[in-house]
């Protein structure tokens, strides 16, 4: 059984490193995931793991804790809501508004094994004939490299496949390989995936049209919450859209962002609606 101590020391450990909040109550939870990865590495119990953790400066331990704990549930067009809402307004308003610069750049936070930047991809794509020329990119970022390998790889399960994905993307889009399906180049090419904790200083990473952070922001305290969200608005052209996940909300922490579409879709603009574009 984990001891108070080391409790106390995951609990604080992953605050620090991840912004993961969890209490007391979820004990259970460290149990679950961090036996078998002491099991993994070689330790006797969870609590030899934490005398590990907490007398030596192996960062790699530290961060295989970390993974350990992150949820990465994901799964293509999740929620399906917000993937209309990206191709049926906001995709045409950009067309109209950056007709000039004829680019877009779209960041998806916390994208786990890749489903959701790829699913926005396949929008694209089919979209293209709208879109002549146009570049588009999109970033994927994770705190975890072993989702982010998985991600690069493109190559999914049946049972991955079946949530969520439209038969026409998947002849489309997808070869099958033995038991599994790859995706094709050139939608992997429209996705680059990086390495990047919610919790660091973002601000060089660029300024996006959109910006996906969903699912992640409830595993947040208020403060990490407001500071995350805080940045992200300043890496966001002024036009631009923030799509956060379904149980999200930015209620009660100040932020810089209005909610947009009515009930439709948790998605948000900076400081109110961007004037229209004829
Ligand atoms: C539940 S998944 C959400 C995936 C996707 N956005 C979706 O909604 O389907 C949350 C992801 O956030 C990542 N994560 C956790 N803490 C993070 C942090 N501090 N910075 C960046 N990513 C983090 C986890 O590794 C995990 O892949």
């Not at 330790?43 to 007398?55: G, H, P, Q």
């Not at 961060?63 to 906001?90: C, G, L, W, Y």
Request: proline content about 4%; charged content about 25%.
């Amino acid at each position: 059984m984990i001891s108070p101590e080391a409790v106390q020391f995951f609990l604080m450990l992953l605050r620090k490193e991840s912004g993961l909040a969890l209490d007391e109550s979820k004990k259970y939870l460290l149990e679950t995931r961090l036996e078998p990865l002491a099991a993994q590495e070689g330790y006797a119990s969870i609590n030899d793991l934490y005398m590990a953790v907490r007398n030596t400066n192996n960062s790699l331990l530290r961060q295989e804790v970390v993974d350990a704990m992150t949820t990465n549930e994901t799964s293509f067009f999740r929620d399906r809501m917000p993937f209309d809402i990206f191709k049926n307004e906001v995709i045409p308003d950009l067309i109209k508004r950056n007709e000039r610069s004829r680019r877009i750049r779209i960041w998806c936070a916390a994208c786990s094994t890749g489903q959701e930047p790829y699913s926005l991809a396949m929008e694209l794509a089919s979209m293209s004939a709208k879109m002549p020329g146009w570049n588009i990119k999109i970033l994927g970022t994770d705190i975890t490299e072993a989702v982010l390998k998985k991600a690069r790889e493109g190559t999914y399960s049946q049972h991955d496949i079946q949530r969520g994905l439209p038969t026409p993307y998947l002849i489309r889009f997808f070869k099958q390989s033995g038991m599994n399906w790859v995706l094709n180049s050139d939608l992997k090419r429209m996705v680059e995936f990086k390495r990047l904790n919610l919790l660091s200083n973002f601000s060089w990473i660029g300024q996006f049209d959109i910006v996906f952070c969903r699912n992640i922001l409830i595993y947040f305290d208020v403060e990490t919450k407001k500071t995350v969200i805080g940045r992200i608005g300043g890496v966001l052209a002024p036009h631009g859209a923030l799509f956060l996940g379904g149980s999200e909300t930015l209620l009660g922490i100040d932020n810089p962002f209005v909610r947009a579409g009515g009930m439709k879709g948790k998605y948000y603009h900076l400081n109110g609606a961007p004037a229209p574009v004829r």
